[in-house]
């Protein structure tokens, strides 16, 4: 099976502009959930979703927001960019029943 | 809510030395709790994971970790570390069925030296 990719790897925008974030699953997964990395605050949840339906939430601001489609594919979107938001956003799915598999994650740089 | 502690931010050893990676856990409700690894510029990979049953797990490199209830921990283990090993390691907890929604601990460094 196809591991969990992630579309683009890296990504530089500048702040006040808006980002797109792909995420395919592993064949048969239906949960995709996303994550943010930094430096300074580690691994965050940001939000799961499970046959198309935002299932849980984390402590992000709306300007983060998320979306699946009924291939379970997900696309994560951050708009007004803060130079706070660089990070590596990974992207993690699963059966629901058991383990977590995670992306190589996206890079993105906010200048 | 649930949090992840884990106690050393980096951990030095010498090649063929054992290590010890320690993880506590704090929540309310019964967890599953998993290791995972990160090399550089990757992603996660799933190294071990608790769920239920036998409370010694193994992965198939040689590390093994313990739930230990009474103590809320879930400690990594290796008998003898391989050059190979230097990455960052990372403890989560998932709570009840939300297998979704990890929580991570802040990581922990373990570089081998030769």
């Known amino acids: 099976k196809a591991g969990v990719t992630q579309t683009p790897r890296y990504l530089i925008k500048t702040r006040g502009q808006q980002v797109t974030l792909s995420c395919s699953p592993i064949?048969?997964?239906?949960?995709v959930s996303w994550y943010q990395q930094t430096p300074g605050q580690g691994l965050q949840f940001l939000f799961e979703?499970?046959?198309?339906?935002?299932?849980n939430k984390g402590n992000f601001p709306g300007r983060f927001s998320g979306r699946q489609f009924s291939n379970s594919r997900s696309e994560m979107n951050v708009s007004t960019l803060e130079l706070g938001d660089s990070a590596l956003y990974l992207c993690?799915?699963?059966?629901?029943?058991?383990?977590?598999?995670f992306g190589p994650g996206t890079r993105l740089t906010v200048l | 809510a649930q949090s992840v502690t884990q106690l050393d931010s980096q951990v030095p050893v010498f090649e063929e030395a054992p290590v010890e990676l320690r993880c506590n856990y704090s929540?309310?409700?019964?967890?599953?709790l998993f290791w995972y690894v990160q090399y550089p510029n990757q992603g996660l990979q799933l190294l071990l994971k608790?769920?239920?049953?036998?409370?010694l797990v193994e992965s198939i490199n040689g590390f093994e970790a313990e739930f230990n209830k009474s103590q809320t921990s879930f400690h990594l283990r290796k008998p003898s570390v391989h050059i190979s090993d230097t990455a960052e390691y990372f403890c989560?907890?998932?709570?009840?069925?939300?297998?979704?929604?990890?929580?991570f601990g802040q990581g922990t460094i373990l570089t081998v030296h030769p």
């Open positions: 929540s309310s409700v019964s967890v599953y």
């Open positions: 989560a907890v998932a709570r009840g069925t939300s297998y979704g929604k990890l929580t």
């Open positions: 993690a799915s699963g059966s629901d029943t058991d383990t977590q598999y």
């Open positions: 979703y499970f046959s198309e339906t935002q299932r």
């Open positions: 064949s048969g997964h239906r949960s």
């Open positions: 608790y769920l239920s049953g036998s409370t």
